[in-house]
C-alpha cells in the first residue's frame, strides 16, 4: 500500500508526486490516458517528420517557477530552447510591436508606434524588477501567502503604493491607455490578458497582461527541446528515480472515504487502491466534488458553490505542417516564437465581445505557435511546426460570421472553424495557406478527450477572473489545497494559483499532506524552531 495516490499524471499531479517522494513517502500516480503528461505532451500526427505539441507549448511560468526549479528537471534531461524573439502583435499595416528578452528592444520596438513609449515600457519593467522576487513567491505558495505579502506590501509602498495595485487591478484596455500613447505597448499587454479568459475591459486584466509581458521579458516564453512532452518525461524520470510509480490507462471513478478521511480510490476496471496517507487529486473542481466523491461527504454550501462555478472560455485549435516559414508582411514576426493575430485594441475587444455574446468570433483573435522557430529539432530544415489556437464559448447561440456552425463540432464545424482561422493568418501572412503540408484539429471535445481535465475545451481549470481567484478558488471560503474529506487534497490548477504551467497546485497540495501527517512531537519541535529563529533575529 503507498503512503499516496495521486490521480492523474499531469505536470501538478507529477510535481505533488515529487514533493511526497522526495519526504521518503512511497507515491503511484493514476493516469487514465495511455501515457502520462495531462496537457503537457507531443506527438508526430500531423506528419510523421514534424513534432507537433498536443496542448501546451510555450513555458514563462515553468521558467520562473521556483517550485519547478527546486526539482531540478535539467538533471533529468529536459532542455529549454528559445526563439530569437519572444513574441510579435503584427498589424495589418506591416507595423509590429516585438517582446524581445533584451529590454532595450522591446523598448525601440514601441517607439515605433509613438515616441516615449520604449521608456514607458522601461518603467513598467523597472516596477516588475522591483516586485519580482516577493510577487513570484506570493504567486506560487499557498494562499494566504503570509510573509511573502506582507514582503510585497513593502515593495508596493516602495513602488508607489495605492497608485500600484490600482494599476495592477486596471482592466487592461485602460492600463494601456494610461501607460502608453501608442498602441504597440497596449497590444502587448492585452494580447498577453487575453492568454486567458479576460477581455480588455475585465478588472484585472491589466495586472494579467502584465505579469504575462514582463515573465517573458525576463525568462522569455521557453520550450523544452525536442516537444513539450520531455518536460514530463524529465518529471516522471525524477520521481521513478525515488521509487515512485506512474500507471496509465487506469481511471479513478471514485475517492473511497470512510470516517470522513480518503483512504484510497477505486478505479473503472473495479481495482481498489489504497493509501496509508493522503489521495490527491490532479483534476478538476467541478469532477472531485461533482463525479468522485459522493455528496454525503461534502458539505451542502460545496454543493451548491459547485453550481456557481464558472469554466474559463472553450478552445480551438489547429496545428500545422508547414513546408516553409511564414510569410509574414512584418519581418519582425518571422523571429518571434508567438505571435498574437489581432488588428488592433478595437479589434480583440470585439472578438472577447462576441464571445461574451455566445457568438462565434467571425474574426477570432489567434495565439500563433512557430514551434521550428522555438526549436529546430520541431521539423526539417526549411520548414515550420506550427499551431494556432483561439477562443469559444462553450454554449454557442450564434455564428458572427454567418457561416452556420452550430458548436456540435461534427466535422463540419470543425473545417468551417479551422478555415477560419486559416485566413486571420492569411491577413497578417498572405500565402500562408499555399504552405500547409498537412493540418490536424482539435475541437473542445477532442480536447476534453485527450485529456479530462479540459472540460469543453477549458484549459486553465476555470475563468482566471478575480471573482474566482485568491480566496474563491475554486469555490467560496477555499483558496488552499485542503478539502472537506480529511486526507484529501486539490492538486490541480483549479486551485491557486490556477492555470499555467508551474507545478504550485501540486507543490501545495504535496507539502499540505506532508504538514498534515507530521509527527506531533516534530512538528511542536518545528514551531519552537521557528520561534526562536523569530526572536533571535529580533534581537
Known amino acids: 500500500m503507498p503512503d499516496a495516490v495521486v490521480i492523474g499524471a499531469g505536470p501538478n499531479g507529477l510535481v505533488a508526486a515529487n514533493v511526497l517522494a522526495d519526504a521518503g513517502w512511497s507515491v503511484e500516480v493514476l493516469e487514465e490516458q495511455p501515457e502520462p503528461g495531462g496537457a503537457v505532451r507531443h506527438d508526430r500526427g500531423v506528419d510523421p517528420a514534424f513534432v507537433n505539441d498536443l496542448f501546451s507549448s510555450f513555458y514563462p511560468l515553468a521558467a520562473a517557477s521556483p ?6 528537471p535539467e538533471e ?4 529549454w530552447s528559445h526563439a530569437p524573439s ?7 499595416d506591416g507595423s509590429c510591436a516585438l517582446l524581445d528578452r533584451n529590454v532595450d528592444t522591446t523598448a525601440a520596438s514601441l517607439d515605433t508606434f509613438e515616441a516615449g513609449d520604449g521608456a514607458a515600457w522601461r518603467r513598467l519593467h523597472e516596477v516588475w524588477q522591483s516586485l519580482r522576487p516577493d510577487l513570484l513567491d506570493a504567486l506560487f505558495t499557498p494562499f494566504p501567502p503570509v510573509r511573502a505579502s506582507a514582503r510585497l506590501a513593502l515593495r508596493l509602498r516602495a513602488a508607489g503604493g495605492l497608485r500600484m495595485a490600482r494599476s495592477l487591478m486596471l482592466p487592461v484596455r485602460r492600463l494601456g491607455e494610461e501607460e502608453f500613447r501608442g498602441q504597440g505597448g497596449r497590444l502587448l499587454l492585452a494580447g498577453n490578458a487575453l492568454h486567458a479568459d479576460l ?16 515573465l517573458g521579458q525576463t525568462y522569455g516564453f521557453p520550450v523544452p527541446a525536442g516537444g513539450s512532452g520531455a518536460l514530463t518525461s524529465a518529471l516522471v524520470h525524477r520521481l521513478e528515480s525515488r521509487g515512485g510509480r506512474v500507471r496509465c490507462g487506469q481511471r479513478v471513478e471514485h475517492v473511497v472515504v470512510r470516517g470522513g478521511r480518503a483512504v484510497g480510490v477505486r478505479t473503472a476496471t473495479g481495482d481498489a487502491v489504497r493509501a496509508r496517507r493522503a489521495v490527491l487529486a490532479d483534476v478538476s473542481a467541478p469532477a472531485l466534488y461533482g463525479e468522485l466523491l459522493d455528496p454525503q461527504h461534502l458539505p451542502a454550501q460545496v454543493l451548491d458553490d459547485l453550481r456557481r462555478f464558472q469554466w474559463d472560455f472553450a478552445t480551438f485549435k489547429v496545428d500545422w505542417a508547414l513546408d516553409g516559414p511564414v510569410p509574414w508582411q512584418a519581418e519582425q514576426a518571422s523571429r518571434a516564437g508567438t505571435v498574437h493575430l489581432a488588428d488592433g485594441m478595437d479589434e480583440l475587444t470585439r472578438f472577447a465581445a462576441q464571445i461574451a455574446m455566445r457568438e462565434v468570433p467571425d474574426r477570432p483573435f489567434l495565439i500563433f505557435g512557430q514551434m521550428t522557430t522555438s526549436d529546430t529539432t520541431r521539423s526539417p530544415l526549411g520548414t515550420e511546426s506550427a499551431w494556432a489556437y483561439t477562443h469559444i464559448p462553450h454554449e454557442i447561440r450564434a455564428d458572427a460570421a454567418d457561416e452556420g456552425i452550430t458548436g456540435r463540432w461534427g466535422t463540419k464545424d470543425q473545417e468551417l472553424m479551422a478555415d477560419r482561422m486559416e485566413r486571420q493568418v492569411e491577413r497578417f501572412a498572405p500565402g500562408f495557406r499555399s504552405l500547409i503540408r498537412s493540418r490536424r484539429i482539435l475541437a473542445p471535445p477532442t480536447l476534453e478527450a485527450l485529456d479530462g481535465n479540459l472540460a469543453g475545451g ?3 481549470g476555470g475563468t ?3 471573482h474566482q481567484q485568491l480566496v474563491f478558488r475554486p469555490l467560496p471560503g477555499t483558496g488552499r489545497p485542503e478539502t472537506p474529506v480529511r486526507g484529501l487534497y486539490l492538486a490541480s490548477s483549479g486551485a491557486h494559483p490556477g492555470g499555467g504551467v508551474h507545478g504550485a497546485p501540486g507543490a501545495n497540495a504535496a507539502r499540505a499532506a506532508l504538514r498534515r501527517n507530521r509527527p ?3 512538528a511542536r519541535a518545528q514551531r519552537l524552531l521557528a520561534h526562536r529563529d523569530r526572536t533571535g533575529a529580533r534581537r
Open 76 to 79: 533529468h534531461g529536459l532542455r
Open 464 to 466: 482566471t477572473a478575480i
Open 86 to 92: 519572444v513574441l510579435a502583435h503584427p498589424l495589418t
Open 67 to 72: 517550485v519547478l526549479a527546486a526539482l531540478h
Open 458 to 460: 477549458a484549459i486553465n
Open 520 to 522: 506531533p512531537g516534530l
Open 199 to 214: 477581455a480588455p475591459e475585465s478588472t484585472g486584466s491589466g495586472g494579467f497582461g502584465w505579469l504575462m509581458a514582463m
